[in-house]
């Protein structure tokens, strides 16, 4: 099975090429800062404390609509400034919430709420949807012996066994807003060594957890003892997204923004059999139900903008986050 690790040997191609991700220029051509309606504080492009715009970019951002809930669960010692997960709540208002433990919901009695984390019974996004594959469990990761993934993940994992192309074919059952698996996701906003910590609350201990496929991440902010494919929050959420979207609905064949992502093989081969032919005339389609074509591009908004920021003036290849170990 390939690993996007091994595109690593090849020239390094633009990660958001032909992305559906609008014109993000006019964040160059704001200066000075502005002033937050709620707190009154100081921001530049928006306000990390309310989740909002600031200035005129309240009527020229996009807005991402997600077919379920997000929510966030961020460590109370991680700088809001930092974190990419703001992004998320700035631009989907409608759908994602963000919240500092230990200040949380409690979800236990919620039907259709999952975790986004690699527990030792983690399910991946296609067996939510009731497609025959399995976590490829060889060798328990390479771990120690008494360790198990849900508190020592040190490596990659290459998440899908495929039984057989009949039997990952995608369930009959049709999908719609209304009667998806999933009616809410939880992701962890800090370290790993913090989010274990999280993870023990009984509030969110008995859900179900989901473990997403293999990516390599675009941040460049380095994160000691992480490896290269420990996505930024922002990064979960784009791909948990475009996992569930594709399951559901489909992906547009004529789609091309996949192809610098640097997603593992599996993810590819499961989405083969999901590949919808567009129509004449449907080939820029991007309704909420319709085949996957971008819909949740735009989430990448503000990190693309900063990726190109921080390429003009730095090397790539020069930057510590890029050269962690895969």
Known sequence: MTHPADSQKRP???PFEKMRISDHSILDTI??????????RSRKFFCYNCHIPVGDLEQLLPRVLLPLKIDIIKHKKEI???????????????????????DIPDYRDEPGVVLIFP???????????????QLQIGDNYGLPHGHH??????????????PGQDQAAPNKRSWDLENLPIRRAVFIDSTWNQSRGIYADERIRGLRTVVLQNRLSQFWRHQRGSPRWYLATIEAIHQFLLEVHVNAWGLNSNYRGLDNLE??????????PLKVQAVEGDEDLVSRMSPYNGQYDN????????????????????LISYRRPI
């Open 149 to 162: 993934m849900g508190t020592l993940l040190r490596r990659r994992m290459d998440e899908i066994e495929i």
């Open 12 to 14: 390094r191609k633009y």
């Open 299 to 318: 989430l990448l908004y503000f990190f693309a903008n900063m990726y190109d920021l921080i390429h003009k003036y730095y090397d790539h290849n020069d």
């Open 119 to 133: 527990s030792a019974k983690a399910l991946t996004v296609p067996q939510l949807f009731e497609r025959n594959v």
């Open 80 to 102: 809001d400034g930092k974190s990419t997960a703001v992004h998320a709540a700035v631009l989907a208002p409608e759908h994602v919430q963000i919240h500092t433990f230990p």
């Open 31 to 40: 200066e000075g800062r502005h002033n937050c309606r709620l707190c009154h």
């Open 263 to 272: 997603i593992t093989e599996g993810f590819h081969q499961l989405a083969a």
